[in-house]
């Protein structure tokens, strides 16, 4: 991605257009350029400014002769501005090695401009519980059994309970595709921010002893994510996120004699610092489901 | 934590099959109950192409495509990849193309350097781990790649960043075959018997030996994935890829089925895949626009 934005946006721009059309029409006159301005609503409304709220747009008085070719200019198909988005989502783990983990997310943004929201997100992986079958370790991947045969290792390993973040959000891309006679929208956005994330040691290296709670630990995430349009209200989105947190896992050296009983011996002296990858798919709903083109006279 | 598990990444791609299956056949269904961007046309423009002036990237043309990528999902050894990609396309939405890459470096895994540091020399695990300062030497590597591919284009449009660039892009699907040069740990058999190894190929050897020496071979497998493309001028984009080609090998250098000896029985299937980002040269460099 980094040479998106090393490449100069000057010298690209006036290779950016989808039309011969267009590109000629750079080349017209300064008063048309003027006129196109005014009336480019699309950039208007992406901006985000408030248009709804300034009401009528009283047109300046002509002092130059326009073109006389009128471009049209398709309005934006669902616009986010002072719309909630509600978001359910499953979330899969895609970097630990040791244990499967799936969860289940709820995300909810107010989009103040058209491409910045503020919310938070929830994500809970102990959705299990304590039912038969739900024991963390039952979820372990065949690589664990063989780093303990063939490497007499053991694998420190922690459960997740939830996380809660709260978010930023910022759409810098979107488009359309079309397939076949439908042209489906889409944008692509970047996320970011802070939380919580509850863990808990799985007691593997003197479980007849030791126990844990579970922990708060400070967390904050980081993402990309891709949203398509199915309706003005509804989409369908995926994205990556990597949430990340210093996490206290189980000590694999259990003290000799009375310090065995002893908690403060039984988690490893340092934090790790844990980065769980993740892919989240899951749809959103806009909040209120219509909304209004709000257009200058 | 920075390994992908293969089983969640597996499972991922068949659900993104899914969903593009699911997303092509609605596209084709002639019922069109799709509630999206749905364009009816009256006027001077009923009847016209939904695309005017669209302009071919790909329709006759040759792209060259060299390439940095990364393998992801990895147990024990990371690569990293520098290559290129040779592409023909025959239709704007079909082409055919050959790849190629070596891998530059590899990077060891933190599973890999925890073995390194922790792990446990006995008798009964002898024949995995027969010195646990040398087991980077005894992981099995992949040291070049190749494979021939059919792309289909099925989607394109445009996009605006930071409402201030726009670029026309496109989406490539692809299916081949893969031919990857595979580097294992050579054949041994631990001695006296399985379960209780005391040496390899000699008598008070530790099987040291055993852990450096290597066998190489060439794994054919079949290869898929799917890149975005952005194109900034008439010949000139960037891709960046995804790309999948499952095949067996044997990671850890380790008896895998316990059967007392390392050999292509003891090779486990994984799901190898490597992410590239890539610079898309077009020829000729002039492009062409339908109606």
Known sequence: MAAFWLTPPLAVQAQMEFSLDEVDEEEATPAKKKQENQGDLIEELAAGEDTASDGPVEPEPQREEIAEEIYAVQQIYALRLKRFEMAPSVAFTLNDPYLKRYGLGFAMNYWFTNVLALGVNFNWYDWCGQRAGCNPLDRGTDIVPRIQNQFRLGVPVNDWQFGLWVNFTYVPFYGKFKVRKKIFQWDAYLIGGVGLMRTQPIPVFDPEVRSFDWNTNVAFNVGAGLRIFLTRYLTFFTEFRAYMWPDKFENDRVAPGPGRTDSATWLQSGSTFVANTSIQIGITLFLPIKFEYRLPK | ?291
């Open chain 2, 1 to 291: 934590m920075m390994m992908l598990a293969r089983q969640t990444l597996l499972r991922i791609s068949l659900v993104a099959a899914l969903a593009l299956v699911l997303v092509m056949a609605e596209g084709l269904q002639s019922d069109n109950r799709v509630s999206a961007q749905d364009v009816h046309v009256t006027g001077p423009l009923a009847g016209a192409p939904s695309v005017m002036n669209q302009r071919l990237w790909r329709e006759m043309r040759l792209h060259v495509e060299p390439f940095f990528a990364f393998t992801i999902a990895d147990e024990y050894s990371r690569s990293l990849i520098v290559g290129g990609e040779l592409r023909f396309h025959f239709l704007d939405w079909l082409g055919i193309g050959g790849w190629g890459g070596y891998s530059v470096a590899t990077l060891d895994t933190n599973l890999t350097k925890e073995i390194r540091d922790k792990g446990v020399t006995t008798n009964a695990n002898r024949l995995d781990l027969p010195s646990r300062e040398g087991y980077p030497n005894q992981v099995g590597r992949l040291n070049w790649w190749s494979g021939v591919e059919l792309h289909f284009v099925p989607f394109r449009g445009k996009l605006a960043m930071f409402q201030k660039i726009f670029v026309d892009a496109d989406i490539d699907v692809f299916v081949g075959a893969a031919f990857v040069g595979v580097e294992e740990r050579a054949d041994v058999t631990g001695q006296p018997s399985p379960g209780n190894v005391t040496y390899c190929d000699q008598v008070g050897d530790g099987c040291l030996p055993s852990q450096d020496a290597r066998a190489k071979r060439t794994a054919i497998a079949p290869s898929f994935g799917i890149a975005f493309n952005a194109f900034f001028k008439e010949f000139v984009g960037l891709a960046f890829r995804w790309r999948g080609i499952p095949f067996k090998y044997n990671t850890s250098g380790t008896d895998n089925n316990r059967d007392g000896q390392i050999n292509s029985d003891d090779r486990l299937r994984q799901f190898n895949n490597m992410f590239s980002v890539g610079v898309i040269f077009t020829l000729p460099p002039k492009i062409k626009t339908t109606d």
